[in-house]
């Protein structure tokens, strides 16, 4: 059976590996907290075509993994071995596979607006820092 990520833990670490990481993590966890990261936007119900399944990857590079050594064919290689996307025998369609992945997650990160996730803990960051840098000037 599959480990498991749960919502608490998803919003906990996702934020902090998009604004610290300037590499891919070594660690199970935080990879796959990545991976799913990249998924979890793609309707299980539906098929996609190679073309949409780089699209909605370049996407989320876009979002999220700019500061990452990471492409949307790479990203794509590690959804496939990691089994959150099957790749039909053709290599021509893919679908979101929801709890075959190496992890499982909640069903409820599909509801996460990772967006503001990120744009929260930086604005957090920032308000820790200025706090910080206020209590050394006085």
Do not use: C
């Not at 907290?33 to 876009?62: C, G, H, K, M």
């Not at 790479?74 to 990691?82: N, Q, S």
């Amino acid at each position: 059976m599959p480990d498991h990520i749960t919502h608490q833990a998803f919003e906990e670490q996702f934020p902090r590996l998009i604004l610290s990481s300037r590499d891919l993590p070594k660690k199970a966890v935080p990879f796959n907290i990545l991976l799913i990261s990249a998924v979890i936007r793609l309707d299980p119900e539906r098929t996609y075509d190679e073309a949409q399944v780089n699209a909605e990857l370049q996407r989320w590079i876009l979002e999220f993994g700019q500061e990452l050594p990471l492409g949307h064919v790479e990203l794509r290689r590690f959804l496939v071995d990691a089994g959150y996307l099957t790749r039909d025998k053709a290599g021509l369609s893919y679908r979101v596979q929801p709890g075959s992945g190496i992890f499982t997650f909640d069903a409820s990160l599909r509801e996460l607006d990772l967006v503001a996730l990120v744009a929260d803990a930086k604005a957090k960051r920032e308000a820790q820092r200025r706090a910080h840098t206020k209590s050394q000037d006085s």
